[in-house]
């Protein structure tokens, strides 16, 4: 008799229902996927670059035009039923003047600069401020130091991601924020995630991470790659990258002209002995103070046979 009610106690917790607690919500997993199956499509607010609620990263050298063709992709997004607010912490209206020869961007696209004489003593909050009063949908981030932090300290960089989902998830936001990468990984090196400032804590916080690079080919060419797609299919991997040149428009605008597609090899540069001095430098630093081989092989997206042959020579 009192196995029959322990055995009965038992199967009465295994089937109980679940509780929510400590801040989190607790579903059983079949209906998490029945619920999910149910969400509506993924929206493609610029075909593989920028998806609706996802919070993404541009990344690529300084001066190669990662403003340039974010302001190109925002337009292109304000002109689709979207408001836009363009954070720009980059260009000074001179020279925005510079860029762009005529005043025919949408209505719905905005831009912020900060104000000098008052300037916001939490930049996130400021953003989060001036977005929300101008009931955008869309915000764009130029660029990511800006926001105070110090994207080389781990704990930095974590909060900060951190804090940028909140707002996605609060608002139901798109968060596009720019990013800069080191000399070395442009020209001769593969694009790839650990490229970025701040890249460990960056790379598990976000959803999507676009790089951009300049071509060996022609200096006015430029490739992007996928290096992250979260929530879709990778399109425009190492085999299959876009190629925009970039020129001015009929109007005097700058930007970006699509010329179809490529491999990133064919657009990579034969390194000068100084560049490969350079990456061999750090390959052997990093070798010791531990590093594996397949590690620093990822870091610098090369093969790790590539690094064997560095660190013999």
């Not at 009965?8 to 999910?36: R, T, W, Y």
């Not at 005043?103 to 909050?125: C, G, V, W, Y």
């Not at 960056?202 to 790659?225: E, M, P, R, T």
Request: proline content about 4%.
């Amino acid at each position: 008799m009192g196995t029959d009610i322990i055995s009965q106690s038992f199967n009465d917790l295994l089937n109980s229902e679940p509780v929510d607690g400590g801040g989190f919500h607790v579903e059983p997993m079949n209906k998490c996927i029945e619920d999910a199956h149910l969400l509506p499509p993924l929206i493609p607010l610029y075909p593989d670059i920028v998806l609706e609620g996802d919070l993404s990263i541009i990344f690529g050298q300084s001066g190669i035009g990662k403003t340039i063709f974010a302001m190109q992709i925002a337009r292109y997004i304000a002109e689709h039923d979207k408001r836009v607010l363009y954070v720009d912490c980059e260009m000074t209206p001179r020279q925005l003047g510079n860029r762009y020869g005529t005043a025919n961007f949408p209505s719905t696209f905005l831009r912020a600069e900060m104000d000098r004489e008052h300037p916001a003593e939490d930049i996130l909050k400021g953003i989060e401020e001036v977005a929300v009063a101008n009931y955008v949908n869309v915000v764009f981030i130029d660029n990511i130091t800006a926001l105070g932090q110090s994207l080389d300290r781990s704990a930095d960089a974590g909060t900060l991601m951190a804090s940028l989902n909140a707002l996605k998830k609060k608002y139901n936001w798109t968060l596009v924020v720019l990013n800069h990468v080191p000399k070395m990984f442009s020209g001769n090196v593969p694009l790839s995630l650990s490229a970025m400032q701040g890249s460990a804590k960056i790379n598990q916080l976000i959803d999507d991470a676009i790089g951009i690079a300049q071509s060996s080919i022609d200096s006015n060419l430029v490739y992007v790659k996928q290096c992250k797609w979260r929530n879709g299919e990778l399109t425009m991997g190492a085999d299959h990258v876009a190629v925009y040149e970039r020129c001015k428009d009929e109007y005097g605008n700058l930007g970006f002209v699509s010329r179809g597609f490529g491999t990133e090899q064919e657009h990579l540069s034969i390194e000068n002995s100084k560049e490969r001095e350079e990456i061999k430098a750090r390959v052997r630093e990093l070798s010791a103070i531990g590093m594996t081989q397949t590690a620093i092989a990822e870091k610098f997206g090369i093969s790790q046979s590539k690094v064997s042959r560095l660190l013999k020579e």
